[in-house]
């Protein structure tokens, strides 16, 4: 072989050689991509999946087994931020910002205010369904139980058969219904238990389903009616628990007192007078012989009391019985609790009412009881 061939057959070799180099770094790279591709195709389907699996969460219900219907309201000029934050405040949503994401999304500016009912069994879809107004158009059978102060779970009971699908009879077996019972219990310990546990007592729930309007509709069960009337006792109540935990007396007795009062004056400042001679008389070691006991343990209202209806024999007959009672007597407005909590200090003992102007007397002993009975109660 020539010098010159010998040169070429060199350069050949050489090319061939840099030419299986870049080939090998070429596999080499398309390897690596092909690699890389994986592994990003695999972020890509970790990523969209953990955010399917965050959003499917995020939209589901807080607690499904929570079915109890709750008063929502939104006040005028609040914006989707402080409906968002509220909704998280009650623990109805998971996330407040995602919740204000997913309104962009679902196309949603805002809502109108109003007072709404959700529960934290509803889907993020079906809360912004009722807060849009929409769950109240489909339903068209929506009604308002009216509970008045001062009425006894029977006068309730006319109240929910007169505005909804249940009977009177609904209404009573359900409030006793001691599996229900137990639940609410569970649910409101600070409320229930006393009057769970409390001797002699006629209905458990006497006297903690708050007064007040309720929403009823098809899609309200009587038992998520009675617990939202409980809810609300609860809510009332929860401004003066400490105030409660702090007095001589139980939450029994204070709920007992307040629906004695309740039913015995109209307006606060009385209520507080009244609320006064009880508690006199109770620390006096006095029965507190109020016709109003008598009428609950005779099971029917009366305009006058005979001997024989004061002889009754229940615990709730407080002209044969001292203290207050196993427990309330109907459901007492907010300000008859507050009367029982706060009373007027006097040194009254007795009290009686003008039965034509409901004006209230008191007295400070027997004698002069007697003078205010002869002249406002026994004049004709």
């Known amino acids: 072989m020539s010098q010159n061939e010998h040169k070429k057959h060199s350069l050949i070799s050489e090319t061939d050689s840099k030419r299986d180099i870049r080939k090998k770094e070429t596999s080499i790279i398309k390897k690596i991509m092909k690699y ?18 965050y959003i499917n969460g995020e939209v589901k219900p807080v607690d499904s087994e929570q079915t109890e219907l709750v008063e929502f309201e939104i006040n005028q000029g609040e914006s989707v931020k402080d409906v ?11 996330n407040s910002k995602f919740f204000t994401f997913y309104l962009k999304f679902k196309n949603v500016a805002g809502f109108k205010a109003g007072a709404y009912q959700v529960s934290k069994s509803m889907t993020l879809d079906e809360i912004i369904e009722e807060l849009s107004g929409k769950g109240k158009e489909k339903n068209l059978n929506a009604t308002k139980v009216v509970i008045r102060e001062g009425e006894q779970l029977s006068d309730i009971s006319k109240e929910v058969a007169k505005s909804t699908k249940y009977s009177a009879e609904d209404f009573m077996a359900k409030v006793q219904d001691s599996s229900f019972i137990e639940l609410l219990v569970q649910k409101y310990p600070k409320l229930l238990t006393q009057s769970y546990n409390s001797y002699n007592v006629k209905y458990v729930l006497e006297g903690f389903l708050f007064p007040a309007t ?28 400490s105030q409660i935990e702090a007095s001589p007396y139980t939450l029994q007795q204070i709920m007992a007192l307040a629906s004695l009062i309740e039913k015995e004056g109209v307006k606060l400042e009385d209520r507080k007078k009244i609320a006064s001679v009880f508690y006199n008389r109770l620390e006096k070691g006095m029965m507190l012989q109020t016709d109003v006991a008598v009428q609950y343990a005779l099971g029917e209202h009366k305009e006058a009391l005979s001997l ?3 002889e009754v024999d229940s615990p709730y007959n407080l002209y044969q019985n001292y203290g207050v009672g196993p427990g309330p007597y109907n459901s007492p407005s907010e300000d008859s609790i507050v009367a029982a909590l706060e009373p007027e200090k006097t040194d009254y003992l007795y009290f009686v009412a003008d039965i034509h102007t409901k004006e209230i007397y008191f007295a400070k002993t027997y004698e002069e009881h007697l003078e205010l009975k002869a002249k406002y109660v026994d004049k004709e």
């Open 36 to 53: 890389f591709m994986i592994a990003l195709l695999a972020i890509v389907l970790i990523g969209g999946i953990f955010t399917w699996n």
């Open 84 to 94: 968002a934050n509220h909704l998280k405040e009650k623990e109805f949503i998971r």
């Open 214 to 241: 309720y929403d009823m509709n098809d899609n309200k069960t009587l038992q998520m009616l009675i617990t939202e009337m409980v809810a609300k006792t609860d809510e009332v109540l929860s401004k003066y628990y």
């Open 308 to 310: 024989k209806d004061l």
